[in-house]
């Protein structure tokens, strides 16, 4: 069975700038997660998908992070603008009964 | 917000010892406990999970022994090996789970 794809797979922008991440989960995972992840440090939650409906986002800084699911397949990560903060690798899981699968992830790096 | 903490950040083990990592919660409600591997460039991979109605679990050389009234858990690898070289995450929550710190274990050949 083919696993969580992410794309790309490394970014550089610079701060202000736009950058989009791009998630496909496992065929027939009603969920979806995207998390950040720190060097050093374990992965955060930002924002859960059930099918194409948002179950949390609480941790998600609105002001500048957006995440949608169009059909509840894939999924985008949008931030913008971009602060020198938000480099981290960018991880996206799927699950089907409650065990989370997770792709590569997305290595972004703020100039 | 809750916690999960975990130790040691680091732990060095020689080839063929037991490599053992431990974890604490603070949300009685959590029942879902999974331990993550994750090799460098890569994303985190489910190793193993325990569930509160156990006290311990076991696949092939990884246990997991759960500790309730402890809000404890830890993770025991047997005849640790250079290949399990890699950053260990423990979680704990039910659909959503929180992750620890990880730690960096080496297995020295």
């Known amino acids: 069975e083919a696993g969580v794809a992410q794309s790309p797979r490394y970014k550089i922008i610079e701060k202000r700038q736009s950058v989009a991440f791009w998630c496909n989960p496992i065929s027939g995972h009603a969920t979806l997660y995207w998390y950040q992840q720190i060097l050093g440090q374990g992965p955060k939650l930002l924002i859960q998908f059930q099918n194409n409906g948002v179950v949390d986002d609480s941790q998600l800084p609105k002001d500048r992070f957006s995440a949608e699911r169009l059909k509840g397949v894939d999924s985008t990560l949008k931030i913008q603008p971009a602060k020198l903060e938000d480099s981290a690798v960018y991880l996206c899981a799927s699950s089907l009964l409650g065990e989370q699968y997770f792709g590569p992830g997305t290595r972004l790096t703020v100039t | 917000q809750q916690q999960v903490k975990q130790s040691p950040q680091s732990l060095i083990v020689q080839k063929g010892g037991i490599s053992i990592i431990n974890c604490a919660y603070e949300n009685t409600a959590f029942d879902y406990f999974p331990w993550y591997q994750q090799f460098p460039g890569k994303g985190p991979a489910l190793l193993i999970a325990?569930?509160?109605?156990?006290s311990e679990k076991k696949e092939g050389r990884f246990t997991i022994s759960f500790n309730k009234s402890a809000k404890q858990f830890s993770l025991h690898i047997m005849d640790s090996q250079p290949g399990d070289s890699a950053t260990y995450f423990c979680?704990?929550?039910?659909?959503?789970?929180?992750f620890g710190k990880g730690t960096r274990l080496h297995i020295l050949p």
């Open positions: 979680a704990a929550g039910d659909d959503k789970i929180i």
């Open positions: 325990i569930r509160p109605d156990v």
